[in-house]
């Protein structure tokens, strides 16, 4: 199937690892032009030049940006420079790294803050940031696409995570409303949620609740493999496959979707 994708640009936030790095690359495998961001510029210039050899690019198809997206101003000036850069932008990919684990009693009123900085007023601040290119660029080439990256834990929340579950729900509520107005300019708006998949986050996840639990990091794991009807973890390149269809031209008619890439871990029937 070909996607469509050849020369479309995308903006891929939180890029220069694990399941951002992997949608950067699964749009730049399809003939994307990506621009790609993080909070640090050798980082995310590593990530750039490991995709850009990766997939045997030519120079200027991969373009490497700071940008912390709890800052606004930053927002606006990496989302500016891509478009400015590429000459358009048809695709935003929404994503950051995940708050920390914990109970109700764990945080304090300036770590929800953050928490809901990082995972829910960074989505809003990319899509406001990103609409006027990306209206343009659904006026010009017939349609744009909105992919925000959540979790599971949206649909069915996981006990020790608090902070993501409540920012993602956040999410949620902002991608339906958005999907909804933007409808009629061409614009798909659609939510991916991540089950376990291996990345730096999910090292994270399994030390946390290693110090929680004392069980062994190999036990953990295997509680979550056995949590979804695959029986195993998910790898980067299955979430970002997905990534690639729904952001395609021939995603067309699928809006206002919340789509789990999580081996069957969500038990609801719909
Ligand atoms: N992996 C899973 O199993 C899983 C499951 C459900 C949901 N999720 C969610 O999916 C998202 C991505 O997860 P992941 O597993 O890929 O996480 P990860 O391995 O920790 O990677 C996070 C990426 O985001 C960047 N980043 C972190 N904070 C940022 C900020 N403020 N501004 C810009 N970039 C930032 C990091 O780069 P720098 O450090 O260079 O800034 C890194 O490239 C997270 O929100 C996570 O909670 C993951």
Same mark, same amino acid.
């Given at each position: 199937m070909d996607l469509g994708l050849t020369d479309r640009v995308a903006f891929v936030a939180g890029a220069s690892s694990g399941l951002g790095y992997a949608a950067a690359a699964a749009l730049a495998r399809e003939?994307?032009?990506? =621009? %790609?961001?993080?909070? *640090? @510029?050798d980082r995310i210039e590593a990530a750039a030049d490991? &995709? =850009? @050899?990766?997939? +045997? %690019?030519? +120079?200027?198809? !991969? %373009?490497? %940006?700071?940008? +912390?997206?709890? +800052? $606004?101003?930053?927002?606006e000036r990496a989302?500016?420079?891509?478009a400015r850069r590429f000459g358009a932008l048809h695709i935003l990919v929404t994503n950051a790294g995940g708050p920390p684990s914990g109970f109700i009693g764990d945080f304090d009123a300036q770590q929800w803050r953050e928490a809901l900085e990082l995972n829910l007023m960074s989505t809003i601040n990319l899509c406001r940031h990103a609409l006027p290119h990306l209206r343009a660029a659904a006026r010009s080439a017939g349609h744009a696409r909105v992919l925000m990256v959540t979790s599971v834990s949206a649909k069915q929340?996981?006990?020790s995570l608090y902070l993501s579950n409540t920012a993602r729900a956040? !999410?949620?509520g902002f991608a339906k409303s958005l999907a909804e107005e933007l409808g009629l300019e061409g614009i798909t708006v659609n939510t991916i949620l991540p089950g376990y998949t291996r990345t730096e986050r999910l090292k994270d996840l399994a030390r946390a609740m290693q110090e929680r639990t004392g069980q062994s990091v190999e036990a953990i794991?295997?509680?979550? =493999?056995a949590g979804n009807a695959l029986k195993r973890i998910g790898d980067p390149q $299955?979430? #970002? *496959?997905?990534?690639?269809? &729904?952001?395609? #031209?021939?995603?067309?008619?699928?809006?206002g979707v919340a789509l789990p890439v999580d081996g069957g871990a969500v038990k609801h029937l719909l």
């Open positions: 003939g994307c032009r990506v =621009a %790609l961001c993080s909070r *640090d @510029a490991r &995709l =850009a @050899a990766a997939l +045997d %690019l030519e +120079d200027g198809r !991969v %373009l490497p %940006l700071v940008c +912390d997206v709890r +800052d $606004e101003a930053a927002i989302i500016g420079e891509a929340p996981i006990p956040g !999410v949620q794991e295997a509680g979550w =493999a $299955e979430f #970002a *496959d997905a990534v690639a269809f &729904l952001a395609s #031209a021939r995603a067309s008619y699928i809006t």
